[in-house]
């Protein structure tokens, strides 16, 4: 892979579903499909918006650790990124992330109790892609 960033990018922006894992009490992973991110810087930095109620958020205030996987099926290729998730819930991190449209989850708006942003950083990442697989730093 010549370019991660460009490669990884663009996979990341074609897909309509995006796959996210936490860690539970037990220690096991626990995934969910999400949307894709509401907004991305490179593939260093991805954001969500969540429930804050959600068992997932108080997954990852008990640890960090994270996983986020986008597969692209029409080429049967996909993309893992480990890093860390954080739960912001100051003003401007619920104000730069809002859309109108979230108040079909959120509907107190944007300084609703129960919305919040999820911030993925990633470290290192693993691409499949024609019968290989290919691991990365971020």
Known sequence: MRDAEQ???NLIDKQGVSFISSVDGDGF??????LPPSRREGIK???YHTNTSSMRVSQYRAEPRACVYFCDKRFFRGVMLKGTMEVLEDAASKEMLWDDKYVMYYPL??????Y?????????G???SNFSSQDFDV
């Open 109 to 114: 708006g944007v300084a609703d109790a129960d």
């Open 7 to 9: 490669t990884i990018g």
């Open 45 to 47: 930095v991805l954001y």
């Open 29 to 34: 992973p626990n995934t969910k499909a999400m």
């Open 116 to 124: 919040c942003v999820l911030r993925f950083t990633a470290q290192s």
């Open 126 to 128: 693993r691409y499949y």
